[in-house]
């Protein structure tokens, strides 16, 4: 081990001399994935819940706001304790509390009560964003990008493949088992968690209201930090509109699927998780800013390809996967990149970037519904071009402004 000592705190933060584990990464990945979820399995079920409420289905879809919400509260508010309160102590107390949430979700006797738990469920569901950063901390220099990438792995494959889980198990046995399973599964994961996570000491003995106030210090000091941010957010915009809007056209005259059908086809991206090691490998090569280039390139792409798909299932599922490692690409290089500007601020630097980024998703989401029920599917691809497009010609700044900043 070696140590050095940050000027923030005057403490000494470990350096690791390896790599963790292979097992306790495949644990944080498939933890990362396991959480996440949460902000998703309500997808497919607004149609049973606005049946079994009788509130109509804008009220219902409020429910996914109501999770979307309390996971931005999350990152701003509870994600940066990772950075002032022991990492192992931190992440239990958050699943015990998600787990609670999802029992009052799935044993919910009215809507109010079921979104006032899914509220609170996707705020401690931010349990992911802790444990990346805690990845990283475990890695040595060499190898922080190839374990971050394997750890982001499953929090892409967790947001692709709760659609699909809910579907399956809402149509065996109901929405109530949707939440109840998962209730089950964040009590056995806090468990797993608690017994499996290397002590970690905080990086920081600063108040709760300094910390947040650090936060934005950390972006008028760190102009990389607001950069890759702003990169994430047009690429996130992008997946998020194509995957909101993706199932007007699946259900749809071209393809007539059954929710279940859309449910399979989100199978499909999954596959894009695969790159995320690779995306750790260039990091670690010292490729970020050409690799960042070509995945931005690559998502532009993959919406020309979604508009030309729009009757072909081929195309729609290259376009998918090819959107998806993309999107991935870009998140591992961003990481990579804001977690070597203070090793004692990493979980609140994590806050920053994937609050800026799920932003970019909201906006993406909802403007893609606009755009579909206005201009149709081709609209939606144009979006999800554009907000590449323009993300690539800030990224062609980028070079002017590290000149100016030297």
Not at 2 to 15: C, D, E, F, H, L
Not at 127 to 134: D, E, G, N, R
């Given at each position: ?21 292979g097992w306790l990464v495949a644990l944080l990945a498939v933890a990362t994935g396991m959480t996440v ?20 289905t804008a009220a219902a879809g409020g429910l996914i706001t109501a999770t979307q919400i309390g996971y ?130 905080p990086s920081t003995n600063a108040s709760y209201a300094r910390l947040l106030h650090s936060m934005v ?190």
């Open positions: 081990m070696t140590a050095s000592v940050q000027p923030q705190t005057g403490r000494q933060i470990a350096s690791p001399a390896a790599a963790p584990s979820a949460n902000l998703y399995y309500a997808q497919p079920l607004l149609s049973a819940l606005s049946a079994y409420f009788t509130i109509g931005v509260a999350g990152m701003l508010f509870l994600v940066p304790l990772g950075d002032r309160v022991e990492k192992r102590r931190l992440v239990t107390i958050l699943l015990s509390v998600t787990t609670l949430a999802l029992l009052v979700a799935g044993t919910a006797t009215s809507f109010p009560i079921l979104l006032a738990a899914s509220l609170i469920a996707g705020g401690t569901s931010v349990v992911a964003q802790i444990l990346v950063p805690f990845a990283a901390s475990l890695a040595p220099d060499h190898a922080r990008g190839r374990v971050v990438g394997r750890v982001m792995s499953g929090l892409l494959t967790g947001i692709l493949l709760s659609r699909t889980l809910s579907s399956l198990v809402s149509q065996a046995a109901g929405w109530r088992v949707v939440f109840l399973g998962s209730a089950v599964l964040m009590a056995v994961l806090a468990l797993a968690l608690r017994s499996a996570l290397p002590r970690h000491a210090l950390l972006v008028r000091t760190h102009p990389a930090l607001v950069r890759r941010g702003l990169y994430q957010a047009a690429m996130f915009g992008a997946f998020s509109a194509f995957w909101t809007t993706v199932s007007f056209v699946l259900t749809g005259p071209g393809f007539h699927y059954s929710g279940f059908g859309v449910g399979m086809f989100a199978l499909v991206g999954a596959a894009g998780a695969a790159v995320a090691p690779f995306a750790g490998h260039w990091a670690d090569r010292g490729l970020v800013r050409p690799m960042t280039a070509a995945a931005i390139a690559a998502a532009a792409l993959a919406s020309g390809l979604a508009g030309l798909g729009r009757h072909n299932i081929l195309l729609l599922a290259v376009a998918a996967v090819l959107l998806d490692m993309a999107v991935q690409t870009t998140l591992i290089l961003g990481q990579h990149t804001i977690y070597r500007l203070d090793a004692g601020a990493r979980a609140r630097l994590n806050s920053v970037y994937i609050a800026t980024f799920f932003a970019g998703g909201a906006f993406g989401s909802q403007a893609g519904s606009i755009i579909y029920h206005a201009y149709g599917w081709t609209g939606v691809t144009v979006l999800g071009a554009a907000l590449p497009v323009l993300a690539l010609l800030y990224w062609a700044t980028e070079g002017r402004a590290s000149a100016r900043t030297a």
